[in-house]
C-alpha cells in the first residue's frame, strides 16, 4: 500500500468525505487550502484535539455499512476488493499518516529508515507455504531455527554444516541471539541490541494518533466478537460487521506491516503501544471471527512484532490463555480440522516454546507446564472408554491436536532448566505425568481371535504418541542426572545483554525477535535459587543423585498403581489384589480427572483457564483403597504366581511406563559404570537397593518382568503364524516393536528391563516363568509325538530370548563407541550401505554421537560415486568376524541375507563360528550368568537333543534344524559363561555342567546330556555328504565335539564320562593346550576339505543330469507365449529369390537352427533431435527461456522454411493459373512430350491429367510418327550400367583432350523425363486404386508438430530431424516375431504382467530382443537379395593409380564437376529415357514392409498423407535418408566419451564407435537400399530428375526452370508423392547453402549405382563437397568477424573473393550461423575446424562403402582403412586429426584449395546463385556452421541452492501457476511438471518431450534433485547430479 499520497492525488469527492466530517466537527473548512498540510499545521498548536480527530477521520460504523450494502448490491464477491469501503478506509488512513508524522509521510519513513542504517536488528521476514530457508546446524540453537535465502547469501557460512529446507511458515531467525549464533548473522542483522528508541518526539506525535485508532480498532473487533459468538440482538448484523471488521482490520495491518518495513524502532514502539493499550488479547482471538485472508496478514504482523522482547512476553501470556480453548474446541469437535480454522496455535508455538528464558518465566510464573499436561488429560479422558483405556479410533481422530500438544511439551522439556525445576521443585508436575502415562499404559489391546481381522488404519497412532513421549523422558532423566552447573551453564551460554537486562531491572528493551527476557524480582527467583541452592547439596561420591531415585520412586508407584487395576497382571489373584469393585472406582477416578492453572496466574480469565493442576490424590484416595504411600506389590518377599495366557488374553506392546524405568536405570548404570572416574571404587552389592528403594528383588523381578516378557512371547506367536487370521494389525505391530524408528519403545528397552529383572531373581524361577509364557511346560516330558504345529518356531524364539537376556549388552556393558560399532556391523553385513542409509538404521542416541564418523571409517571402507551407484560404504574384511547372530532387532530375511553374506566373503558359515560368547556386564548384572547355567536351562537344551536325536528329521519334529541349532549355541553361552566366570563358582557347583552327568529315563533308555550330545555328534558324522543345513554347508559334529571337549576340560567327572563313551574326543585332551574356539575352527576346517569334494562330486553330477535334460527338450515357443503354436513359415518366390539365410543366423525366438525360412535382425528406429541440439548452444541455467512448444520445432531445427505441400501450396496461391491457362498449359506439355514420348505414355499422361483437371477434358493429342512406336526396353540395371560407361568414355575423351565443360542444358529432356514421370504415376494408380486401403492403423494419430525442412536438407521427418538405426543383432523369423508382438499384445489388453511391459508400447510395434533384452520396433532381413553388383569397376584407367605425388596432390572438384554434367546430360537422353522399362512397377518387397511403414511415420504428417504417399514414395530414398542421419549421429556420438566431456576427435574413437552402435545394420541397410532403388521406374527417375538439378546447382550455379511438367505436378500435388516434389526443390536449391555432407548423399543416392563402388569417382565428389563446406567455413567466420582476415601474404585467395563480394553486395550473411565461433583462433585453423565433422563423417561413409560387415557378432578389426591414414602421429588434438582425415582423401593443403582458380570461379557462382536465391525467397532459415563440438545438457550450478532459488518458486509460463513438482527440460531449459493439468499440458514432460525431443526428454527434477527420463508415455529415473560430502543424492 503507497503510505503516503500527494494531496491532490485523490479525487476532490473521496476529500470532501474527510472535510466534510471535519466541518461537521468544527474545524474551519475554509483554513483549509491543501487539506492534509494546512490540518497538520493547526493542530501543532492544538494537540489535544487528536484523539478527538482520529474518530472524525474514519468513516463511522454506519458509513462503514452502507458501503458495505453498496459493494454487494453491485454483486461484488466478498473475498475481492471493497472499493467503496475499502476507499474510504484508505483515504482516512492517508490524513491520519499526516497526522502521526505531522507531515508528508512518505518524507518521515524514508527519514526513519535512514536513521535505521546499520541498526537493522532481527530480520523477521515472513515465510509461506513451500518458500526456501536455510538451516546451519553450526550456527543455530534448535533444530527448529532458519534463515531467509538473502540472510544467508549475505552471511559468512563457509564449511558450515547446512542444509536449504522448505517452510511451513514461521519468519527468519536472523539477528536473533537466542535462535542463532551472532557469527552467523548476515551484513545487514546485527541483533536486537542495535535497534535505538523511537525519537521522542516522533513517539508523542505517532503514539498520539496510535491510540484512538488502536481503540477503534479494538471497539470493531470485540463488536464482530460479540456478533459472532451468538448475540441475539445483533444476529442480524452478522454479516455487516464481519465486511466492516475484515476491511477495517485489513487496512490497520497494511498501514502498520509498512511500518515495520522501515524501521525497527517505528516496529518497537507500535509492539509497546499494542500491548500497553490491551489489544493483544482481542488480536489473538480474532481469528475466530475474522476472514482468512485477513487473518494471513495479522498473523504476519505478530510475527514481525515477536522481535520486541517484551511484546514477545505479553503474546506468550495471551496466548497460554488461549491455548486450552483451541483444544477444547477440537475435543469438542472430535477431528483436527479446528487447526485448519485456528492456525494461531500450530504457527506460534515454535516461536513461544523454543526461547529458554521466556519459557522459564512461563512455566514458573504463568504454569505452562500445567496448562499443557491439562489440555492433554482433556484429550486423553475424551478419547478413553468406560474402563478408562484409551480408545484408538477416537484418538486417531484427534492425533493431529495430541502430538502438537506432547510436541510442546517437548519444546519446554528442551531448556535445561525445566526438567531440572520439574525434578527437584514441582513433584507434582511430574506425578501429573506418570499419571498420563498411565492412559497410554496398555492401550490398543489385541486377542486372539478365530477368522477376525482388525481395520489397520490407526496401528501407527499408539506408536507415534509414545515414541513423543519418549522424547520427553530423555529429557526428563537427562534433567534428574543434572546438577546446578547445567543452570549455570545454560546461563553462561547466552549473551552478556541478558545478565545486563536482569540488573537494569526495568530496562528490558529490544533484544532479539523471540525475546530474552529478563527474570522479573519476586517469588520465583526465589524459589528457583532454593533449587539451585539444593542441588549443590548433592554429595559428588554418589553417582546417583537423590532425584535419580526420587523418580524412580514415583516411577514404580505408578507402575504399581497400574497394575492394580489391569486385570491381565495377575495382583487379583494374590492376597494384595484388589476387587472388581476398586477397579471400577480407581477407572472412575479417572474419568472424572480435570486439569486447572495454578492460581498464580491469576491475570488469566479463568472461564478459559481449562481446569486443576493435577490429579487429585485425596479424592483418588478416597474412592480406592490403594495406598499410594508405599509399594505393595513390588516389595513382595515371596515370587508370586502370575496366572496368564498370551494367545487367549489382551495382549498390548505399549508400556511407556516401564520404558521409563528401563530408562531410568540405563542412565543410572552409565553414570555409574561408564561415565565414573572410578568405577571400580563403586560399592555394587547395593546398587539395585539404592536405585529401587522400596522394592524386593523377588516382587520387582516377578512384575516387572511380566509385560515385556509378554510382548515377546506375543512377537514369537506371531513369527509362528499363531495371529494370521488376525490379519495385518498383529504382524504389523511386531514390525514396528522391532524397527530401529521406535528404538526407545521398542524391543531393546524391554530386553534390558528383562536383563535386570533375571539378575534380581532366582534364575530357575526367572526361566520357568518364561517357559510358562511360550506355553512350553510340557516340553519337558519327552514325547516323541509331535505336538503343535507352532511348537518349533515357539521353542526357537523362546532360546533365543534367553540367549540374548545372557548376552545382549546394548545397555548393559558396552560403551558408546562400542555400540555403535555393532549397529553399523549389523546394517553393513546385510548390505553396502549409503551413509544416510546408515544413520537412519542407527538407533537415536547413536546417530548424533560425535565419534560416528570416525568409527565408520574404522569399520567400514567408502566407495567413491560412479555412473548410477552412490557413494557407499562396505564392511571390512577383518569386522566379519564381529557379526553378533543374535542382535535383538533382527528379523528373519535380513539375518538369512547376513548369513548368506557372511558364508560368501568368509568362506565359513556363520552359524557355526559367530557362536555367542559371555562378555564384561556391569558389575550389579553379574547375576545374568546364573540364569545361562540354571538346572531349567540344561533340562530344555537336554530335550532338544532328545527330540533331535530319536525323532526324524521332519516338518513335525520337536527339534527342527533351528531349535537343535539354537540349542546348541545356548549350551555353548553358557559352558562359555562358566568358563569366564570360574572364579564366581568357588565352592558351588554349576547346575549346566555337574547335571550334564545326570541320566533320566525315557522310553529309549536312561539318557544324560553328555551321552545325548555323543549321539548327536556320531549321528551327523555318518551323514554320507555331510549334514547340510538351511542351505549351506554346516556341519554340526565339529560344533558338537568341541562342546564335549569344553565339558571335559572343565569337570572331571565329565572328562570320564567321556572316556567312555567316546574316547576318541578327549583321548589327546591332556596334551592339547588349545582352547575350544581354535578346536571349533580347527575341526571345521577339517571336515571342509571333504565337505568341498562331495560337493564337487554332486555338482558333476547335477551337470550330468542338466546336460541330459536339456538335450531331450524340443526347443520351441509354445512355453513362452501362453502356448502359442508355431507353425513353419512357407517362403514365397519371390522371397526364396530375394532373401539367402545365411547358416549362421538362427531365430531368437524358436531356436531352429535347421529352419528353412529367412531370418531378419531386430533393429530400433528411433526419432531423433540430436543434430538440432549440437547446432545450437546448450542453454545455461541462469538465462530465462520463453519458448512456447508450438516454436520447438522451428527454433531447435532453426528453420523457417516451407515445407512439402505448404511450399508447393504457396507456389500455386502466388501464381493462380486460371482453365484457360492450365489448359494452354497442359497441351503444350503434350505438344512437347508427344514429340519424344512414346504414345502409351502420352495417353498415360492424359488420362492422369484429364481425371484430375476437369477442365482440360478436351486436350487432344497430337499425331505421333509411327517411327517412335517400336524402342525396345532394357532393365533398370542395364540402362544404369549403359550410363555409367558412357559417362566414363565421355569422361576419358575430356581429360584426354583437354576440353572445357559444357554447360548446356536440354529443356526438352527435362518435359520428357517428367512426362515419363507423371506416366509412371498414372499406370501405378491404376494398378494400386485402393492404397490407403493398406495403412496400418497405428499410426492414426497425427505429429504434434508441423512439417519443418532443414536448411541443409532436401527434405526431413515432420516432427523431428531424422531417423536413427541400430541393432542389437540378434535375428528372429517374421512369423515368430508376428506371433510373439500378438501376444504382448494380448497380455498388454489384459492387464497381465510381461517382461518389460513398463518399458514397451506394444501397440507401437516395441518389445524387447529375447537374447539381450534390448529395445526394438521393427526388423530389418538378414540378406538384401539381388545386391550383389558390379561394385568394382574403376572409372578412371589403371594409369592414374600411378601418377606422382605432386599430381595426386591437387583439389580434384573438376573430375566431380564434369562427373556431375555428364551424368545429367546421359539421364536426360531421350534414347535412354525411351530404354526405360515403364511397365516395371515394383513394388516394396515383403520382408521390407514392417520397417518401411516404420520409417515412413515420421515423414508423412497425416494418415491421409501416408494413405496417398506411402505407395508412391520412393522406398530406397527414405531407407538412404535414415543411412544418412544415422551416420551423422554416429559421428556427433563420437565426440565425447560416455562417462566424460571432454570431446574425442580422434579417428580411433570415431571407427570404435560405429562399431559399437550400428555398423553391421548400417551396412546391411546400405545393401538394402542399393538392392531396391532400381525395382522401380517411377523412382528412378525421381532420382534421374535429382541428378539433373544437383548439376544445374553446382556445375552452373542456377536453379532449372520448373517448365510446364512441374507446374502441371504442382498442380495435382495430391496424387503426387510430396517427398518427391520435396526432394527435387531441396536439390536445386544453391548449394552453399545446404549441408555438405547431406548434398555428397543425396548426390550419391541420385547416381546410378556403379558409380558408388568407384574409389576415384568417391574421392573427387568428396573434394567438390569439401570446397562447398570451406566456403562455408569461410563465409561464417567472417559474419562473425566483421574486419577482413587474410593470412597468405596477398589477396589473390578465395577467402579475400568472399570478404569483397560480402562487403560490396547485400549478401545474406546471416543465413550462416555458429555456436561455436573462437575470435581468436586464426582464419585458416578456423576453416579446417568447420570441415572437420564434413571430414570425419566422408570417414565413416567410406568405411561403409569399402568394407562392409555381414555379420553382427563377428571380428570388425579385420576391416580397416588405416592403409590410408599416416598413423605415424599419436596426437589425438582436432588438427591433428583434421590433416589425418586430409591426407586419407588426397585433400591438398588449405593454402592450395582457397587459391585454386577454378574453385574461385565456381565459388562465386555458388555465392552469386544463394544471394540470387535469397533476394527472391527471403525466408528466415539459417545453416549452422560449427566444428566438432560434442553434445552437452544445460550448464548446471556447480551448487544445488543456486538452482533451486532461481527455479523453485518460478511460474508455468502457460497457466502462471507455480508448479507442484517442477520439472526443468535439459535440452531446452523450459520449466514443465511431470504431473497432468489440463490448464497448461503443453508444460507436461510428455508433451514436451514429443515438441522438443521427438519423444524423448531429459528433465531434472527441482525438489528432488533426480533426473527423469521420459520417452513417450514411459518415464524412468535416474541418478541425481548432486551429491553431498558422501556421495548421496540431495532430497529436499
Known sequence: MEIGSPPNSSPPSRSNRVVRRLAMHGVPVEQLDQPQPDLVASLKANKSQIPKLVPVILPSYEEMVDAVLVDKAAGMKRSSARSNLSTQLRESMVWLQWMMFEGDPDVSLKKLSQMSIGQRGVCGAVWGSNDIAYRCRTCEHDPTCAICVPCFCNGNHKDHDYSIIYTGGGCCDCGDATAWRREGFCSKHKGSEQIQPLPEEIANSVGSVLDPLFACWKDKLTLSGTVCDGNPRLKDQVSECKDVTDEFTSVVVETLLDFCKYSDSLLSFVSKRIFSFGLLDVLVRAEKFLSEHVVKKLHELLLKLLGEPAFKYEFGKVYLHYYPVVINEAIKEGNDDVFKKYTLLPTFSVQIFTVPTLTQRLVMEMNLLEMLLGCLGDIFISCSEDDGKLQVTKLGNLFETTLRVIEDVRFVMTHVSVPLYVVHERRDIFKSWLKLLAFVQGMSPQRREAGVEEDNDNIIYPFAICHSFSNIHSLLVAGSFSTAGAIDSESNAFPTTYKQDVDDGDNLVRHAKVGRISLSQGSSVCRFSGFTSKVSELKLDNPVPSSVTGLTFECLRSIENWLAVDNTSGTCSSKTSLTRRNFLAFTKTLSKIRFNLSSESSDIDSNSAGSSVGFNDGAMAGECSIKLESLRFLSLSGWPDITYDVSSEDISVHIPLHRFLSLILQKAFKRCYEESVNPELLITSNFFEHILGGSHPYGFSAYIMEHPLRIRVFCAQVHAGMWRKNGDIPVLSCDLYGSVRWSEQGVEFDLFLL??????????????????????????????????????????????????????????????????????????????????????????????????????????????????????????????????????????????????????????????????????????????????????????????????????????????????????????????????????????????????????????????????????????????????????????????????????????????????????????????????????????????????????????????????????????????????????????????????????????????????????????????????????????????????????????????????????????????????????????????????????????????VKALLPSVRNIQVPHISSDKMDSSAYS????????????????????????????????????????????????????????????????????????????????????CDGIYLSSCGHAVHQGCLDRYLSSLKERSLRRVFFEGGHIVDPDQGEFLCPVCRGLANSVLPASPGDSKKAWNQPLFPTVRETETTEENNILRHQEALYLLQMTSNMVGNNEILNSLPMWKNGRIRRSLEKFFNVVCKPYLSTKQDRAIGLAKVSHSMLMWDTFKYSLISTEIAARCENTSLTPRHGLDALFKEMKSSNEFVLSLLLKIVHSTRTDNARHVLLRFRGIQLFAGSICSGVSRDEGNMLRILEQVEKEVSVLDIQFWKGASRPIIGCDAFSSLMWILYCLPYPFLSCEESFFSLVHLLYAVSVTQAIITFHEKHQTETIELGDNDCLIADISKLVKESAFPQWYFVSTHNDASCPIKDAIRKFSFPYLRRCALLWKLLKYSSSDPFGDKSSHSIDYLIDSTTSSVTELVEVERLEKMFKIPALDVVIKDESLRSIALNWLNHFRMDKEVDGNGSVLHVNPAVPFRLMHLPYVYHDLLQRYIKQCCPDCKTVPDEPALCLLCGRLCSPNWKSCCSESVTQSHAMACGAGTGIFLLIRKTTILLQRSARKALWPSPYLDAFGEEVWI
Open 1276 to 1359: 533398370l540395371e542395364v540402362i544404369e550400367e549403359e550410363i555409367y560407361c558412357s559417362t566414363q568414355r565421355e569422361m576419358r575423351a575430356h581429360f584426354a583432350e583437354g576440353d572445357n565443360m559444357s554447360t548446356n542444358k536440354d529443356d526438352e529432356s527435362d518435359t520428357v523425363l517428367l512426362g515419363k514421370y507423371i506416366a509412371a504415376l498414372s499406370r501405378e494408380k491404376n494398378e494400386n486404386p485402393s492404397a490407403s486401403d493398406n495403412i496400418d492403423s497405428r499410426y492414426d494419430k497425427p505429429p504434434e508438430s508441423s512439417t519443418q525442412v532443414h536448411a541443409y536438407d532436401g527434405f526431413v521427418p515432420s516432427d
Open 755 to 1248: 536383563q535386570c529383572c533375571a539378575a534380581l531373581a532366582p534364575a530357575d524361577l526367572f526361566v520357568n516363568r518364561i517357559l510358562e509364557r511360550f506355553g512350553l511346560s510340557n516340553y519337558f516330558s519327552l514325547n516323541l509325538q509331535p505336538s503343535s504345529e507352532y511348537e518349533g518356531v515357539l521353542v526357537q524364539e523362546m532360546l533365543t530370548l534367553i540367549i540374548q537376556i545372557v548376552k545382549d549388552r546394548r545397555f548393559s556393558g558396552l560403551t558408546t563407541t562400542e555400540n555403535l560399532q555393532r549397529e553399523l556391523i549389523c546394517k553393513l553385513v546385510i548390505g553396502d550401505a549409503t551413509h544416510s542409509q546408515l544413520v537412519k538404521s542407527l538407533p537415536r542416541d547413536l546417530s548424533k554421537v560425535d565419534q560416528l564418523q570416525q568409527v565408520l571409517d574404522t569399520v567400514a571402507v567408502y566407495s567413491n560415486p560412479s555412473g548410477m551407484k552412490q557413494g557407499k560404504y562396505s564392511l571390512r574384511s577383518s569386522y566379519w568376524k564381529e557379526l553378533d547372530l543374535y542382535h535383538p532387532r533382527w528379523n528373519p530375511r535380513d539375518l538369512q541375507v547376513a548369513e548368506e553374506r557372511y558364508l560368501r566373503f568368509c568362506n565359513t558359515p556363520a552359524l557355526t563360528t559367530q557362536l555367542p560368547r559371555w562378555t564384561k556386564v556391569y558389575p550389579p548384572l553379574n547375576g545374568l550368568a546364573r540364569t545361562a547355567t540354571c538346572k531349567v536351562v540344561l533340562q530344555m537344551i537336554r530335550s532338544v537333543l532328545y527330540y533331535a536325536v530319536f525323532m526324524d528329521k521332519s516338518p513335525s519334529s520337536r527339534a527342527p534344524d533351528g531349535v537343535l541349532l539354537t540349542a546348541l549355541h545356548l549350551l555353548y553361552l553358557a559352558l562359555d559363561t562358566c568358563s569366564v566366570n570360574q572364579s564366581s563358582y568357588v565352592g558351588e557347583s554349576v547346575p549346566v555342567v555337574y547335571l550334564a552327568c545326570e541320566e533320566i529315563s525315557s522310553s529309549n533308555g536312561n539318557q544324560s546330556l553328555l551321552l545325548l550330545l555323543v549321539l548327536l555328534m556320531r549321528m551327523h558324522k555318518r551323514e554320507s555328504v555331510g549334514y547340510l543345513m538351511e542351505g549351506e554347508s554346516c556341519n554340526l559334529s565339529s560344533l558338537i565335539e568341541s562342546l564335549l571337549k569344553k565339558f571335559a576340560e572343565m569337570d572331571s567327572e565329565c572328562l570320564t564320562k567321556l572316556q567312555e563313551v567316546a574316547p576318541e574326543v578327549v583321548n589327546h585332551l591332556s596334551n592339547s593346550n588349545i582352547n575350544s574356539d581354535t578346536d571349533i575352527v580347527d575341526s571345521a576346517s577339517k571336515h571342509k576339505a571333504k565337505s568341498r569334494e562331495r560337493q564337487a562330486a554332486i555338482l558333476a553330477k547335477m551337470r550330468a543330469e542338466q546336460s541330459k535334460f536339456m538335450a531331450s527338450m524340443n526347443s520351441n515357443l509354445e512355453e513362452q507365449m501362453d502356448g502359442s503354436q508355431f507353425e513353419p513359415e512357407v517362403c514365397t518366390s519371390e522371397e526364396a529369390r530375394d532373401i539367402e539365410v545365411p547358416a549362421q543366423y538362427v531365430c531368437s525366438l524358436c531356436h531352429d537352427s535347421n529352419s528353412k525360412n529367412p531370418v531378419s535382425f531386430l533393429v530400433l528406429l528411433q526419432k531423433s533431435r540430436l543434430v538440432s541440439f549440437v547446432n545450437r548452444a546448450p542453454p545455461s541455467w541462469d538465462r530465462r527461456t520463453h519458448r512456447s512448444d508450438n516454436e520447438h520445432a522451428s527454433v531447435i531445427t532453426n528453420t523457417l522454411m516451407l515445407s512439402g505441400k505448404e511450399a508447393i501450396s504457396s507456389t500455386s496461391d502466388s501464381d493462380e493459373v486460371s482453365d484457360f491457362q492450365l489448359e494452354h498449359l497442359v497441351q503444350n506439355s503434350i505438344d512437347e512430350f508427344a514429340l519424344d514420348g512414346k504414345p502409351g505414355e502420352v495417353n498415360a499422361f492424359l488420362d492422369f
